[in-house]
């Protein structure tokens, strides 16, 4: 008997994280999930309080947060196959009508039907380049869809598929406790509008784009401005030409890392906690800050360890480390790169050589990674699948839903912001435009 040796083709990697998770559930998987609970559609989730599973389900929700009214039976129980099929007979229906945007830590079922993929502000930017469609569906987090409300067309709609995808960490950041906080600053800084003898006021408010439109707002009414994981350092040098200190929302992580990086001392970054007096720091620690970091954080870039990092690099020697600035600044510290989704998806694209990369940020976008570049070994370094829970919650089944109501006529879920609101924010908004390295 001839015995020919059999080339094996290398199998194509699956993008899509909810088949993984499914595979887990059923048994067919030996990988980890956060919550089986994943497994399931996210409209068994919406009629209860929380943030459903996923990375952010430890997360206090708030009380006035959005929820989502139900899905029509028949969204809940179409295949994949057949919501697949429902959402592209939409949107051809539709054509320039529609603007389909897809954020980077969309799941798979949902990003293959967008029109632009990228990070929040670049949907921002894609949804102002198309004035013509009546409609731009954020397929995202409820302040991306404010966002792109801000910066479209008056007359525009901009639909969230699902009104219970919030994001955790925007929530953190509430008006309220902001404005509370900006009264007891006042009282240790006096005049927050004076200028002292080298021109500079007491402090800049800077908000991470990852705020709530009310956020942006009060940042702009208070000669503030928005920042990006991308321009955060560009955007905190604006704000020192203009202010003594920073208060820095609501992301601690991004403020610190990008802080420390321009070369702040840690003892001059108290955090304000706004569950205690004066933050929980002292009025000398509050005089001698340079930025005051609003106690907030991403539960998806907490979960990254300095562990999970030297785990990489025993197993992996040679492994390139990347992670993002919302993780903890030990684990920044212990890798190699650091940056933004983008840095993140152009560092992989440029790789010349077959590198291994051992990435820290949000798993449906690694996952997406790893499939598109083949000829690297890209992982996630968390070994736990545990995607962002308010990203779950646009799923297919949402999408088909809001679709098919507009080619009805009918506009569900639409995301505006008050004028009172929006224009400061847009203010906010335009001095990161203009603020330049
Ligand atoms: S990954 Fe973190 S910051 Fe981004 S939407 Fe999810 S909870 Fe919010």
Not at 93 to 111: D, K, S, W
Not at 148 to 161: F, G, N, R, T, Y
Not at 319 to 325: F, K, M, Q, S, T
Request: net charge negative; charged share 20%; aromatic share 6%.
């Amino acid at each position: 008997m001839t015995v020919t040796s059999l080339t094996l083709e290398p199998r194509p990697i699956d993008p899509s994280v909810d088949h993984g998770i499914q595979a887990i559930v059923a048994g067919a998987s030996s990988a980890e999930t956060c919550n089986t609970d994943l497994a399931a559609g996210p409209w068994d989730f919406d009629i209860r309080a929380g943030y459903g599973p996923g990375a952010s389900m430890g997360d206090v929700i708030p009380t006035g947060a959005p929820r989502q009214g139900g899905l029509p039976q028949e969204y809940r129980d179409a295949s994949e196959d057949e919501l697949h099929a429902r959402i592209a007979a939409a949107k051809a229906a539709l054509g320039e009508r529609v603007v389909i945007l897809g954020h980077f830590y969309q799941r798979e079922e949902v990003v293959r039907h967008a029109d632009y993929v990228g990070d929040s502000f670049q949907l921002a930017g894609f949804a102002k380049q198309h004035p013509e469609a009546e409609a731009i569906v954020f397929c995202g987090v409820h302040f991306m869809a404010e966002t792109a409300d801000l910066l479209s067309q008056p007359e525009q709609a901009v639909i969230l598929p699902n009104l219970a995808a919030g994001c955790s960490m925007a929530d953190m950041a509430d008006i309220d406790e902001v404005e509370d906080c900006w009264e007891q600053l006042a009282e240790i800084y006096g005049d927050m509008e004076a200028v002292d003898e080298e021109g500079l006021v007491p402090v800049v408010p800077v908000t991470y784009m990852n705020s709530s439109a009310a956020i942006k707002g009060f940042v702009g009414r208070h000669g503030g401005i928005v920042c990006t994981s991308s321009n955060a350092r560009t955007v905190l040098e604006w704000a020192y030409a203009r202010g003594r200190r920073v208060l820095f929302f609501p992301d601690q992580h991004l403020g610190r890392n990008t802080a420390k990086a321009m070369g702040v001392p840690l003892e001059q970054m108290p955090m304000w906690n706004p569950h205690k007096p004066l933050g929980g720091s002292s009025q000398v620690e509050l005089e001698d800050a340079k930025v005051i970091l609003w106690h907030g954080f991403c539960s998806v870039h907490r979960r990254f360890t300095v562990d999970q990092i030297d785990k990489a690099r025993a197993e992996h020697p040679g492994v390139r480390v990347i992670v993002h600035p919302e993780c903890p600044m030990a684990v920044v510290d212990a890798a190699d790169e650091a940056g933004s989704t983008d840095y993140i998806r152009k560092a992989i694209a440029a790789a010349d050589e077959p590198t291994t990369f051992a990435v820290g940020t949000e798993i449906n976008l690694v996952q997406r990674l790893a499939a598109q570049y083949p000829q690297h070994e890209i992982f996630c370094l968390d070994p736990v699948v545990c995607p962002c829970s308010t990203m779950y919650r646009i799923h297919p089944g949402y999408l088909a839903w809001v679709l098919e109501e507009l080619v009805a006529g009918s506009v569900v879920n639409r995301v505006t912001v008050p004028a009172d609101v929006a224009d400061p924010a847009r203010v906010a908004l335009e001095r990161m435009l203009a603020a330049r390295p």
